[in-house]
């Protein structure tokens, strides 16, 4: 049985607020599709391009890209990004949004990213709108 999963609210396209249950997070990484979308499948070594907000397990909002209202566009599937990322977003289908629950071992580890609010050992948690993909 997996971990208890925070509650999302807000739909594709709009910011998130996440909603965290009682108790820790999984040592695993968690993938949970919350509205499919019918696009294109995300492929190793494409560009994806999305729209995201982070924050860490119990803690505060690090990053999202809503509030700045633009998207980014990376590599997926090649290392270019933490391994969780990798991982859960690879065989997604375009115009979905999902949520990833990242294990530190599959995201910054024990350094973490002070400079960014994330401590060593963080569990992360990502609702990533998956807007596109190009290769």
Same mark, same amino acid.
């Given at each position: 049985?997996?971990?208890?999963?925070?509650?999302?609210? !807000? =739909?594709?396209? &709009?910011? +998130?607020?996440?909603?965290?249950?009682?108790?820790?997070?999984? %040592? $695993?990484?968690? @993938?949970?599709?919350?509205?499919?979308?019918?696009?294109?499948?995300?492929?190793?070594?494409d560009d994806i391009e999305v729209h995201y907000l982070g924050q860490s397990w119990n803690g505060g909002v690090f990053d999202n890209?809503?509030?700045? !209202? =633009?998207?980014? &566009?990376? +590599?997926?599937?090649?290392?270019?990004?933490?391994?969780?990322? %990798? $991982?859960?977003? @690879?065989?997604?289908?375009?115009?979905?949004?999902?949520l990833l629950s990242i294990p530190s071992h599959l995201g910054y580890g024990d350094r973490g990213v002070p400079q960014a609010g994330i401590k060593g050992g963080d569990t992360l948690v990502f609702v990533v709108d998956i807007v596109g993909t190009s290769n």
């Open positions: 049985m997996s971990a208890a999963l925070p509650e999302v609210s !807000g =739909s594709y396209g &709009s910011k +998130p607020t996440l909603a965290f249950p009682d108790g820790s997070a999984s %040592d $695993e990484l968690e @993938v949970l599709v919350l509205s499919r979308g019918d696009g294109a499948l995300v492929e190793a070594g890209s809503y509030d700045r !209202g =633009s998207s980014i &566009s990376f +590599p997926i599937g090649v290392g270019a990004v933490i391994a969780g990322w %990798d $991982e859960g977003l @690879v065989g997604q289908q375009v115009g979905s949004r999902v």
